[in-house]
């Protein structure tokens, strides 16, 4: 599936337009619902966004945390996608601690992975998904060339084999990724260029098996080819 595409000039206008669109879902969500479940990615430009969130003016009890993957590794290691966020943002608002749903480490990346699948189909709907896209095309821990993992039917899958550290890891599959109701990829930096052109060329990469009904949206301070006209931001 071919992105929706919002391209910004530099990255402090892609953050700044990323904080004001979530606030507006959450907001929407909370009042409509109680609750605003968001998926959360890895990575550089996350991280600034995360950082960013920390100012948001929200009821943070309505909101439901959980993570696209995670490296599995023990808990307290500051490599994992979790870390991240709690240091970025999550340790600085009072998001009920029960409403952050982390990948657990504990005897094996396989039973991480069941008992975060369990987690998942606990969740009454995701409202957003935040993914990026890594320099081989891939997103969360699905990577280019693992059809198995891009065909599972289950929500939560081990991934052992990861060819960059550490091999171990859990994800989201491209179903459950697609379940969500807006899924948005945060794409930045000229060493993606060459992946994003690649995806929007129509290249077999993991993006394309995620397949949300309401479609794609890219967020992105990378120059396009002329051949690709996107939303002006």
Known sequence: MLPRIHRFTSQAL?????????????????????????????????????QQLRNLDT???CWHIYF???????????????????????????????????????????????AYAHVLAQAPGIDLALLGLGEDGHTASLFPGNETALASTELAIAVTDAPKPPPQRVTMTARSLSSAAAVWFLVTGSAKLQALQNWLAGAPLPPQ???????????????????????RN
């Open 209 to 231: 098996s995620i397949c949300p009904v309401s479609g794609l949206d890219l967020f992105t301070d990378l120059a396009l080819p002329n051949a690709i006209t996107p939303e």
């Open 68 to 114: 696209g993957d995670e490296r599995y590794l023990p808990e307290d290691n500051p490599e994992r996608n979790a870390s991240m966020a709690a240091a970025a943002w999550l340790d600085h608002v009072p998001i009920p601690p029960t409403q952050i749903h982390t990948v657990h480490y504990g005897d094996d990346v396989h039973s991480a992975a069941r």
């Open 59 to 61: 009821d943070w009890t």
């Open 14 to 50: 892609l953050i700044e337009a990323l904080y004001s669109r979530i606030g507006a879902l959450a907001k929407r969500c909370c009042a409509e619902r109680g609750r605003f479940s968001v998926v959360l990615a890895g990575g550089t430009t996350p991280q600034l966004l995360y």
